[in-house]
């Protein structure tokens, strides 16, 4: 069964640092998105990308992040300059027309 | 602010019993509608979506809209220990493509033997 897959699944940055983290979706997707949950909250809407550029992204992605379609087949999520308050679940996930299926997630600590 | 509602829980049911979980939204122009499922430190995954009023079956699960009252529900009949996970009730304004996803906080389901 198809799946989109996230690497790493576990990152840990310094403070300041930058990050990247790396999807690959469903391969007849063609909407992809990046979400965030922090521990204990809701899963967060950032950024969905569609025909190489962003279609819509929410007031969390700010300058900070980043997003790019680098090859046919990896969808990334670039955050600069990383903050505490920026620790989170971080899924990605791909659609078609109707329903969005998850990647496992890539947990991000920055310490 | 488009906000999506659900009981925090947690809710214990026995196993065998039907789990009953709501949630309400408070954009009348959303569409679709989607229950997932996240086990603790996991990624949601779909089990349910929706898109008319009435019900959805499918297996064990049913999903309910009831788009004038801004409601839908997911009841798991014949509960297994295995159902115990957080529910996420999510949200689209739909249209030609899906778009952003408004998730609820989830319910805590455990279903004890």
């Known amino acids: 069964e198809p799946e989109v897959t996230q690497t790493p699944s576990h990152q840990v940055t310094q403070m300041g640092q930058e990050v990247i983290l790396r999807c690959v979706p469903i391969?007849?997707?063609?909407?992809f998105y990046w979400y965030r949950q922090i521990l204990g909250q809701k899963v967060e809407f950032l950024v969905s990308?569609?025909?190489?550029?962003?279609?819509?992204k929410s007031e969390i992605f700010d300058d900070q992040f980043s997003v790019e379609r680098p090859d046919g087949s990896n969808f990334t999520l670039k955050i600069r300059s990383t903050k505490l308050e920026d620790s989170a679940m971080y899924f990605c996930?791909?659609?078609?027309?109707?329903?969005?299926?998850f990647g496992q997630g890539t947990r991000l600590t920055v310490v | 602010q488009k906000e999506v509602e659900q009981n925090s829980g947690p809710l214990s049911v026995p196993e065998g019993a039907i789990a009953s979980l709501n949630c309400t939204y408070s954009?009348?122009?959303?569409?679709?509608f989607f229950w997932y499922r996240q086990y603790s430190g996991k990624s949601p995954e779909l089990i349910m979506s929706?898109?008319?009023?009435g019900d959805k079956e499918d297996g064990r699960f049913t999903a309910q809209l009831n788009k004038a009252s801004q409601y839908v529900s997911l009841l798991i009949r014949d509960s297994q220990p295995s159902d115990s996970a957080t529910y996420l009730c999510a949200v689209n304004r739909g249209g030609s493509t899906l778009g952003r996803l408004y998730f609820g906080r989830g319910t805590q389901l455990t279903v004890w033997p």
């Open positions: 954009d009348r122009g959303s569409q679709s």
């Open positions: 990308f569609y025909n190489n550029e962003i279609s819509e």
């Open positions: 391969s007849n997707h063609l909407y």
């Open positions: 996930a791909s659609s078609g027309r109707a329903e969005a299926f």
């Open positions: 929706i898109y008319s009023n």
